[in-house]
């Protein structure tokens, strides 16, 4: 049995780790932490906990919590991940970082955009955790750095096309819409229900977004040369679920059966990718609480540009579920082990 430790079990992705490992039959998690309720058990914190786990939350203390466990997940913002995964690592266990502070391979492009790092040497270690495209690295990797929610839905959602050299990479105009669970748990008037209730709005409008550097980063590995796209993220009044609806310019003329073609071998036995046959296009309510990514792929033939739909639940395959996902390759399980469940409809 693996004993896991999640630091940083009070948030939204904590929980959602404390869900999905309570049924893994490999896993006993045997350590939560949370600095605000410490003390506490976590299902006073989350009463959906209530008789399955009742763990006492303890303050952040690595080095004793190392002792305790096989492997971490550190769901900590960032900049507070980093300042603890390097003790985890010296003590010989797996992390599997939640936070950004792993994503960026490039210590000065995360200064730019977050704030100056402070453990730059293990940047070359840390492997980008999308299993359907790292999945031998992950394998024998110490230290993963699971991907953004945002990120996770535009990366599939376009990885075929930039692979297969069937856009024009300077063409790519993301337009994604998140449920509020991706702005995380803490108390923000923006996220307020009378704030959110009955409306629809952008954020983060002009390039500002902090997931665009780790989308272009992983975007322009598949492309095999630099790109920038235009991203423009949008909060909908509905808990979960993550809706990309991507744009680009192909370098040829195409057609949607061919580009459906095209996505089913490029994920061809890849367990958590659900290619959509031509004409259906996904939508949040088909992948909430699972860990798929839906995609949809329609060719504009009145403008000649390809629109490409992915829908993810951002809690599970954006965040928690792509996390164990990428502990069981770590640590040589079954991919889908505790992974394989349906989503909750309606």
């Not at 359907?132 to 929610?149: F, H, M």
């Not at 009044?237 to 310019?249: A, E, F, K, N, Q």
């Not at 192909?250 to 061919?258: H, L, Q």
Request: proline letters at 7%; aromatic letters at 6%; a negative charge.
């Amino acid at each position: 049995m693996i004993k896991v430790a999640i630091v940083g079990a009070s948030g939204y992705t904590g929980v959602e780790l404390i869900r999905i490992l309570h049924a893994h039959p490999e896993v006993a998690v045997t350590c939560v932490t949370s600095e605000q309720s410490a003390g506490r058990p976590v299902s006073d914190v989350f009463p959906t906990l209530r008789g399955r786990c009742d763990l006492i939350l303890e303050p952040l203390e690595p080095a004793g919590i190392a002792e305790q466990v096989d492997v971490v997940f550190t769901a900590l913002p960032h900049k507070a991940a980093m300042a603890v995964v390097p003790t985890f690592l010296k003590m010989g266990k797996d992390v599997v970082d939640l936070s950004a502070d792993y994503r960026l391979h490039d210590a000065d492009v995360y200064g730019k955009w977050y704030e100056k790092h402070l453990t730059p040497e293990l940047l070359p270690q840390a492997v980008y955790g999308i299993p359907e495209l790292r999945r031998d690295k992950i394998k024998e990797a110490s230290l993963i750095a699971n991907p953004g929610c945002y990120p996770t839905s535009v990366i599939l959602g376009l990885a075929p096309l930039l692979k297969g050299k069937v856009i024009d990479p300077k063409s790519i105009i993301v337009d994604a819409k998140s449920g509020t669970s991706g702005a995380g748990r803490g108390a923000k008037v923006d996220n307020l229900y009378c704030e959110v209730n009955e409306g629809f709005k952008a954020y983060a409008v002009g390039g500002v977004h902090r997931h665009i550097p780790e989308i272009e980063q992983e975007l322009s590995l598949l492309a095999g040369s630099p790109l920038a796209i235009s991203f423009t993220p949008h909060l909908v009044p509905m808990d979960r679920g993550i809706l990309s609806t991507i744009y680009s310019v192909p370098t040829g003329k195409v057609s949607a059966s061919e580009l459906i073609t095209l996505y089913e071998t490029f994920y061809e036995g890849e367990p958590f990718v659900r290619v959509l046959p031509e004409g259906v296009l996904p939508s949040t309510a088909h992948v909430r609480g699972s860990n798929f990514c839906d995609i949809g792929v329609v060719v504009d033939d009145r403008t000649g540009r390809i629109i490409v739909v992915s829908a993810i639940d951002n809690l599970v395959k954006g965040a928690s579920g792509q996390a164990v996902q990428n502990m069981n390759l770590m640590c040589g399980l079954p991919e889908t082990l505790g992974l394989d469940f349906l989503g909750i409809f309606p």
